[in-house]
């Protein structure tokens, strides 16, 4: 079924692209009218085009226009002037759809041409990224296109406050990471008058950057505001003094891929004559089998410098997809606690979930999305069944010449990191730069001693040293540099 599938969209697609070329070379038409345009007609060109939208005229009949303006906005504002293959992945993310980009093709320029005519409508368009940074970087970078066009453009980061959020919310288009996005709309639902709701203007169009790692896996995560409970810690330390004296396999069993523990007879008999109880499944003692479990959860599925680290007392989590870490996150239902006590570290208060919303769900509310990534055709039957999303390829601008060789599969782990020494120190030697990716804080600092031993220079680049970030990245390209980073 999945074959077919692929087979219909592949041909849907083709016929698609087709279309899309006629409009590029209406557009490329225009380019000697807009080119002989003095810069102070493109802010009037525009605000006319909002006019005639305001009149009833489909955004798709002002598609051509609208990007030929803002192609030339962005040769005069920043010096870049979009391909016709960009123009194409303007066109798809306005149908609302996903439009698959090799890496170094523009996906950050290509999105002005969709933002800028989905501006026309005044209702804003959110531009999601996967961190801060990005967020940032983008919008000061696409800034002076947007403005070249009598537009505006704000950004959301961690730490602003609401006016700051409300004032870049009003901008023509807005950048900003998915949770703040998600946490932003849970506030609002929770505010108590309409003033103080930042996202006053709803959810009109989103177009979401690494678009297969935000709503594909991340699709399930939840974002949640919570508030501390009225509850006494003392349990949690005395659960976590129980289950370290619990054998595996005789009082309880640990299920990996659930990521849950659960108590066996025996365990459950050893537990009521530690804690000195009749039944922990009394009326009054019902708590206990909660806590155990998450103390065993806590024990046996939570790795210190994988799931999360220590640092100033606290336990910080590390996000599982960016490898960065989350301050002031905490995980619910008394699993941070249980960790804070396996940790030997003050253990606060429980949180009580305010309000909640998954990741799918909320980018759903939205009335038209799109995304962009340099790898969405491997989950294009998820992406439909799911968002209702195609997924178009777009040609390259030029040909490709990156070479990709089969995947290597050991037996073992100890052979996989045998032969990754083992190239490593082979490639160094020709002096190229060299990218070792890895899945956890774990990995990275075990493959890092194993470079060590041989005598390799190299930086790892994991939640651990996210302050020295910048420099690492900056010098990682440089000859002979070794550079470890998590995800």
């Not at 009521?272 to 039944?279: A, D, N, P, Q, T």
């Not at 606060?348 to 305010?354: A, I, M, V």
Request: hydrophobic share 40%.
């Amino acid at each position: 079924m999945a074959g077919l599938l692929s087979r219909i969209f592949g041909d849907a697609n083709e016929r698609n692209l087709r279309a899309l070329r006629q409009v590029v070379a209406r557009i490329n038409a225009r380019d000697a009218e807009a080119k002989g345009l003095p810069d102070s007609a493109f802010p009037e060109r525009f605000a006319a085009l909002r006019e005639r939208r305001k009149g009833g005229a489909p955004l798709d009949t002002l598609i051509e226009e609208s990007f030929a303006l803002t192609r030339e906005a962005a040769r005069r504002a920043i010096g870049l002037r979009p391909f016709d293959v960009q123009l194409i992945g303007g066109m798809v993310l306005h149908q609302g759809k996903i439009a698959e980009m090799a890496t170094g093709e523009g996906k950050t320029l290509v999105a002005t041409l969709p933002v800028a005519l989905n501006a026309l409508d005044g209702k804003g368009v959110h531009l999601i990224t996967v961190n801060d940074y990005l967020a940032r970087r983008d919008c000061e970078w696409m800034g002076p296109v947007y403005r070249f066009l009598g537009m505006k453009a704000g950004a959301i980061q961690a730490d602003m406050d609401p006016s700051a959020r409300r004032e870049a919310y009003a901008c023509d288009v807005t950048y900003g990471t998915n949770s703040e996005f998600g946490f932003d709309y849970l506030r609002d639902n929770m505010a108590v008058r309409r003033e103080d709701q930042v996202q006053q203007r709803g959810r009109h169009y989103a177009i979401v950057d690494e678009v297969d790692s935000i709503l594909i896996d991340e699709a399930r995560t939840p974002l949640i505001i919570s508030g501390p409970a009225e509850e006494s810690t003392d349990k949690y330390a005395m659960a976590d003094q129980v289950a370290r004296r619990l054998t595996p396999g005789e009082h309880f069993e640990i299920k990996e891929k659930e990521h849950h523990a659960i108590l066996l007879e025996d365990g459950i008999h050893r537990i009521e004559k530690e804690l000195g109880v009749e039944s922990m499944y009394a009326e009054l003692e019902m708590d206990w089998p909660h806590h155990i479990e998450q103390a065993l959860r806590a024990s046996h599925l939570y790795r210190r410098d994988k799931e999360y680290v220590v640092q100033d007392g606290e336990v910080i989590i590390v996000d599982e997809f960016t490898g960065r870490l989350q301050p002031g996150r905490r995980w619910s239902e008394g699993l941070h606690q249980a960790i804070e006590a396996k940790e030997k570290l003050r253990i606060k208060r429980e949180n009580q979930t305010l309000a909640t919303v998954t990741i799918q769900n909320f980018f759903k509310m939205y009335g038209k999305l799109s995304g962009m990534t340099g790898t969405a055709s491997t989950e294009a039957d998820e992406f439909h069944k799911i968002y209702r999303l195609e997924v178009v390829v777009i040609p390259t601008n030029r040909p490709m010449r990156r070479i990709s060789h089969q995947d290597k599969i050991f037996r073992t782990a100890k052979e996989k990191y045998e032969a990754i020494e083992e190239e490593v120190a082979r490639v160094h030697e020709s002096g190229r730069p060299i990218l070792l990716g890895t899945t956890s804080i774990e990995n990275s600092e075990m493959l890092s001693g194993r470079l060590k031993r041989r005598g390799i220079p190299h930086e790892v680049l994991n939640a651990k040293q996210h302050a020295r970030e910048a420099q690492i990245v900056a010098e990682a390209g440089e000859k002979g540099r070794v550079t470890i980073a998590t995800n």
